[in-house]
């Protein structure tokens, strides 16, 4: 059983550009979450979702960042018009339940030149 | 809004010393759950919590979870470097949606 898989594992972007980071999640998984992690600090919540719907997305921005998880395929989380201040690791955890553990992928890290 | 908050956020000891980290909520928790980030790394689930006054233990490492369900604490016997990373612990938010809040973590280095 393959685990979470994210890509890119790293991805750079000048400024202004559009990032888009998928989300693969574990199979038979319908819970995906979104976590930002700054060097040498914690795990800022974004978004929850399950398929085709967004759960709670308090943490995410609300301009310029957007999340979707679709019937058919990965989660994906988009940033237009990147700023230096969203470079960061972006980790996407599923799982199989709510209030269940969480799976992490091995995060996409984001440079913005 | 719910806060959880850990300390200490770095700690060093010589192998085969103890050491605990602390998680406090400013709510009550329905579960606390704790993982750990190995430096480059990902984190990874250790275990979850759920009653109250509830305790744990898995090899070297004890978890509790106290009696009004709002901290917890990780404590490792005789420390390895090969337990050398950041532990965090995670709680549900207080809006119930299932939002997983971390703490900041607690970084620990061993030194041999």
């Not at chain 1, 972007?13 to 995906?32: D, F, N, T, Y």
């Not at chain 1, 795990?43 to 679709?70: H, T, W």
């Not at chain 2, 979870?65 to 016997?77: D, P, Q, R, V, Y």
Request: glycine share 10%; proline share 5%.
């Amino acid at each position: 059983n393959a685990g979470v898989m994210q890509n890119p594992r790293h991805l750079v972007r000048r400024r202004g550009q559009e990032a888009r980071l998928r989300c693969s999640p574990m199979k038979g998984h319908s819970h995906v979450y979104w976590y930002r992690q700054l060097p040498e600090e914690g795990l800022k919540f974004m978004v929850y979702l399950q398929k085709e719907n967004i759960i709670d997305e308090s943490g995410m921005p609300k301009e310029r960042f957007s999340a979707e998880f679709p019937k058919e395929g990965p989660s994906i989380l988009r940033i237009q018009q990147v700023v230096r201040g969203d470079s960061a690791a972006y980790f996407c955890a599923s799982s199989p339940r709510s209030f269940g553990e969480l799976f992490f992928g091995e995060g996409s890290r984001l440079t913005v030149l | 809004g719910q806060q959880v908050m850990q300390i200490p956020q770095y700690q060093h000891v010589q192998e085969g010393e103890d050491f605990t980290t602390y998680c406090n909520s400013s709510t009550t928790l329905s579960n606390i759950q704790w993982y750990k980030q190995r430096p480059g790394g990902h984190p990874v689930f250790l275990i979850q919590l759920v009653k109250s006054g509830e305790v744990k233990k898995q090899k070297r490492l004890t978890f509790q979870f106290g009696e009004a369900k709002k901290n917890s604490s990780l404590h490792i016997t005789a420390t390895q470097t090969t337990d050398v990373g950041t532990y965090f612990c995670a709680g549900l938010g207080s809006s119930n949606t299932g939002k997983l809040i971390f703490g900041q973590g607690t970084t620990l280095q061993v030194k041999p």
